[in-house]
């Protein structure tokens, strides 16, 4: 039986990331926190181990008593990561320090696996071009316009620039699912009669659902062709932020919604004000400055061909799909 650790396994798409190597065979080692929660890992065939990232030396330590006892992990997915922050500088520590913590730990320990895969993100790219709206290429440059993609990319290029073992880079665009909070509000509010899109010029944006995402890293994993890759992620469809949010209308079955497009200067003013108000709670908020730069970029278009040539990757979820199961899966559980 092939093992693996997944890092960040108690989060939204950690939790379908233990799914799919669950159902694939995997003695499984969940990379959680003892204060996160475990109530999307509940299967007993889950391990546990909480990693020390903060400390190198403490980590390598942990490591190589593992390596002795339960050998080493065939696969390591580090999918642990922050997304908000009341401290942009907490992105660099958790998202690019603790990366590299591991990375080298893995090697110094002897911990070393066949292959290590990062779940990074489309936004290490920053803005494409909002004027023909061509693909974001992979041979663009990467130039992130938030303090999360250039914490994501200070990673990525820690693993690329490691000579111990094989990786693969995974870059999704828009995750939604079961359980995902962020496009849960934007859902939400809908079902309250009311849809809010930022910007005159509509976004141009592109998904992935979480079980498909799942899906692309076992791909990438399990090819033993596929070495030292980066991809973009995405079903292949595009959308506009108004075609998405009358997607949800219809799902819902919701007769009556006020759609708005809300200028940039007021969505910029409420971003600010939300961060602000973050601060002084010691919360992280949903609406904030670096928030402000996605709301912003236009153009979310990814080029998939790579994905699809090397992976033979189709998606098994259309966003409409993906959108009429997660919302029966909020509904379910009393979200909405």
């Known amino acids: ?34 204060t996160s929660s475990r109530e999307n890992l509940q299967d007993k065939r889950i391990h546990f181990i909480d990693l020390h990232y903060e400390d190198r030396g403490l980590l390598t330590r942990q490591l190589k008593d593992f390596a002795a006892r339960q050998g080493t992990w065939q696969y390591v997915i580090h999918n642990a990561g922050l997304t908000k922050t009341t401290d942009k500088r907490n992105f660099f520590r958790v998202n690019a320090t603790y990366t590299e913590n591991l990375l080298e730990s893995l090697e110094a320990s002897g911990c070393k696996p066949e292959k290590f895969l990062l779940m990074s993100s489309l936004s290490t790219y ?25 914490s994501k990319l200070e990673a990525e290029n820690y693993v690329r620039q490691q000579p111990y073992f094989p990786y693969v880079i995974l870059r999704p665009t828009g995750v939604y699912g079961p359980g995902e909070k962020d496009y849960f509000l934007d859902i939400k509010s809908i079902q309250s009669g009311f849809s809010f899109v ?44 108004e075609s998405f949010a009358r997607m949800v209308q219809d799902i819902l079955q919701k007769k009556h919604v006020w759609h708005a497009r ?75």
């Open 1 to 34: 039986m092939k093992s693996i650790l997944i890092t960040g396994a108690s989060g939204f798409i950690g939790g379908f990331l233990v799914q799919e190597a669950l159902r694939r065979g995997y003695e499984v080692w969940a990379g959680v926190r003892t």
């Open 126 to 150: 920053g803005r494409g071009d909002e004027k023909t709206f061509r693909p974001i290429s992979l041979d663009d440059p990467q130039l992130p316009n938030t303090a999360y993609g250039e």
């Open 198 to 241: 930022s910007g005159l010029t509509p976004q141009r944006i592109t998904f992935i659902y979480v079980k498909d995402l799942a899906t692309v890293a076992f791909l990438a994993l399990e090819n033993a062709e596929i070495q030292n890759k980066h991809y973009f992620v995405a079903d292949g469809d595009v959308y506009t932020d």
């Open 262 to 336: 809300i200028p940039m200067k007021i969505v910029h003013a409420a971003c600010f004000c939300s961060e602000w108000l973050g601060r002084l709670q010691k919360k992280s908020m949903t609406l904030n400055t670096d928030k402000y730069q996605i709301l912003k970029q236009r153009n979310w278009i990814c080029d998939i061909v790579p994905l699809q040539k090397d992976l033979g990757f189709t998606p098994a979820y259309s966003l409409r799909r993906g959108l009429e199961e997660s919302i029966a899966w909020y509904k379910e559980k009393g979200w909405l």
